[in-house]
């Protein structure tokens, strides 16, 4: 199993990025997906997680109406679309793979890609 970040930068307060994830090594459409991402002297935090088939999303408080978790099971990948980007986003960002269709255990996690939010 592998998975492969891309997409993060240095962008502006108030703009947008959009994460990638490709997913190697396993049937992507059986397995809930995730992002995360942990700010230095931080703890690791859920950013949003996807249901196999995209039919139930969750995010975390501060990313609501702001982050956007999709999937396209056709090309094994997983996005982070964020928008209104705040300097309190900067993190390194880690998709991870659940162990099932909906489940919140992690089993797999990429290598991750660094997101810095500065004028």
């Known amino acids: 199993v592998q998975l492969v970040e891309s997409g993060g930068g240095l962008v502006q307060p108030g703009g947008s990025l959009r994460l990638s994830c490709a997913g190697f090594?396993?049937?992507?459409?059986?397995?809930?997906m995730s992002w995360h991402r942990q700010a230095p002297g931080k703890e690791r935090e859920l950013v949003a997680a996807i249901t196999s088939g995209g039919g139930i999303i969750n995010y975390t408080d501060s990313v609501k109406g702001r982050f956007i978790i999709s999937r396209d099971n056709a090309k094994n990948t997983v996005y982070l679309q964020m928008n209104s980007l705040k300097p309190e986003d900067t993190a390194a960002y880690y998709c991870a793979k659940s162990s099932s269709r909906w489940g919140s255990r992690y089993d797999y996690w990429g290598q991750g890609t660094q997101v810095t939010v500065a004028s």
């Open positions: 090594g396993f049937t992507f459409s059986s397995y809930a």
